[in-house]
């Protein structure tokens, strides 16, 4: 069982990872994240959960020097807070 250790997002505003394509298949983001936001199929880890990622955690981009992992800009947020 999986416990969250922070409330969600606020409704509106989209908060999770993405995956690029420079995922290098390390499995680092899989054995960091407490809260099961990633999956692993064919040799990749992907965005399994992105509703269970804690809201303005992104320590798992800051892991790997490869860039394979990113989150919404601090702009991004804005224009959902602003509704657009």
Do not use: Q, Y
């Not at 690029?20 to 880890?45: E, K, L, Q, S, Y």
């Amino acid at each position: 069982m999986t416990t969250k250790s922070a409330e969600p997002a606020k409704p509106g505003i989209e908060w999770g990872p993405t995956i690029a394509a420079a995922c290098d298949g390390c499995r680092t983001c899989i054995d960091f994240c407490h809260n099961d936001v990633f999956g692993w199929a064919d040799d990749t880890a992907f965005v399994a959960h992105k509703t269970d990622c804690v809201a303005s955690c992104s320590h798992c981009a800051t892991l790997r020097e490869a860039g394979a992992i990113s989150f919404p800009t601090t702009e991004d947020l804005r224009r959902a807070r602003r509704g657009g």
